[in-house]
């Protein structure tokens, strides 16, 4: 069936409404000139940002972790979208040749306050943390509610290579969901049993927005679909018919100009509600990012319209209601020589792109970095390299810098990794550190009801979903961008009525061979 008339306008542009667009254009028949992407920002790519360039400092919020062996949905969309760089492979093609060559395995996943590198052959649990990672991983959903991670295992828990390995791969903390950290175990059983040399990882050639957003928005433009940046959405006009939920027009303003656009009962609406990214500053080698959060809220705002006195929309409150359990703060750093990179590589003994994080677990930020593959720009100079790295605790005062993180320039940043290292302060000569403060950046994981996160499309709507880190996917985890793009393609698909099954979550948690993997870890 084509939708030669109607039009589709998503409200955020992020993975999951470009994703959203393109389900819309490949499996619904909709014309790419009749959908309309509304971004409050200069550039696309919601969360998966990167920019700047080799004189003034690269700068990235953060990066996702990707496994081959799960995210069914975006290699199903992602092996129909040509690559950047060479046009005659796809964007998934791309990746696992490139992944075939730069194979992880992680040699120093954890350090000391010795600078030694932590034997994590054994993952050091005591049979009591055994007996309750057993009964949480067992346990229904329904009895952890509200619950935290730290309701259902004990200090101990807290303290094996395990959890600093597994923490810092998927930024958990002890006081988040009980539920999210579930569903983790079984999301990525595959993974608790080579968590330590992250083999399961795989990475895109650059950073994620050149290697995936891009690619994306170039096709969705090339089939007409136009893109409005710098346009925020204000308010959604809507009525009832027979008691569902009708988006009837959408309020926004761009420069000082405001604007309608009217909404017919055939056209949809998607929005991205709420943002893991929302308020997030950025520092600079001489100045801390300024503290954000709690009054600005402007990528949570149309949300907490929308679900105020609407259960059926969510409740965002739960996830945006303390900022002291969701904030983190990330940094990037521009190299113009390669001292670091050399000294790291003998150390780690791990080439760029082959080791994954490497966590100081003695850090009183939690600190880890990561070195990528060079060059992590598609427009990096050769002479150039860049790495990343972030803080779990960043309220805390540092072990070589007597202050919190977040009150660190990137030159203190940068001197508190040194010390960590042992490295002389002289190896990161002429590097630009850029840090950035997230308030909300692991809020998905805040303790919730299952009934505080909407449907993709609620019952009771007739033209409008939501896609987003905060909508509900029973059997899959947020923090993910198949996440985001599982949540858009089921929406697209239930506003259209697209009869065409969606890629299923694959249980490697019921096969006999992962479980057994993963109990034979357990007494390592």
Sequence with gaps: ???????????????????????MIRDGNFHGENITVFEASPVLG??????????????????????TDNYECTWALFKGIPSLIDNRKSVYDEMVEFNEKYRSHSKARLVDRHRAKVPVG???????????????????????DNARITDWLSPHFFETNFWYMWATTFAFQPWH???????????????????????????????????????LQKWLVDRGVTMLTSCKVTALDYKYDNGRFVVTGIQCQKETKTHRYPVTEDDMVIIQNGSMTDDSTLGSMTSAPEKRGATHTDGWRLWLDLAEGRPSFGNPQAFKNC????????????????????????????????????????????????????????????????????GLYPDRIGNFVAKPMDECSGEDILRELCGHLRFDIDTTAEAICIPCRMPYITSMFMPRTRSDRPLPVPSDSKNLGFVSQFVEIPDDVVFTVEYSIRAAQMAVYSLLSIDRPIPPVTPHDQSFRTRFDALVKTFE
């Design 122 to 144: 054994s993952m050091g649990f005591s049979m009591q943390d055994r007996v309750e990672l057993l009964k949480l991983v067992s346990a229904d959903e329904s009895a952890l």
């Design 46 to 67: 919601g969360s998966l940002d990167a920019a700047g360039e080799a004189a003034s400092g690269y700068s990235m919020r953060g990066g996702r972790m990707f496994t």
């Design 323 to 390: 900022i002291a359990q969701s904030v983190w703060e990330s940094f990037t750093v521009t190299l113009k020589t390669p001292s670091f990179f050399h000294q790291m590589t003998a150390f780690t003994e791990n080439e760029a792109g082959t080791g994954g994080l490497v966590t100081f677990k003695d850090s009183n930020w939690l600190m880890s970095i990561v070195l990528a593959h060079q060059p992590h720009f598609i427009d990096q100079p050769s002479n150039v390299e860049v790495f990343w790295g972030y």
């Design 1 to 23: 069936m084509a939708h030669d008339k109607s039009k589709a306008y998503l409200v955020g542009a992020g993975i999951g409404s470009l994703s959203a667009a393109a389900f």
């Design 177 to 215: 969901s009980a539920i999210e950290f579930k569903r983790y175990l079984h999301r990525f059983m595959l993974e608790f049993s080579r968590i330590e040399t992250l083999a399961g990882v795989k990475r895109t050639v650059y950073n994620q927005y050149d290697s995936l957003v891009r690619p």
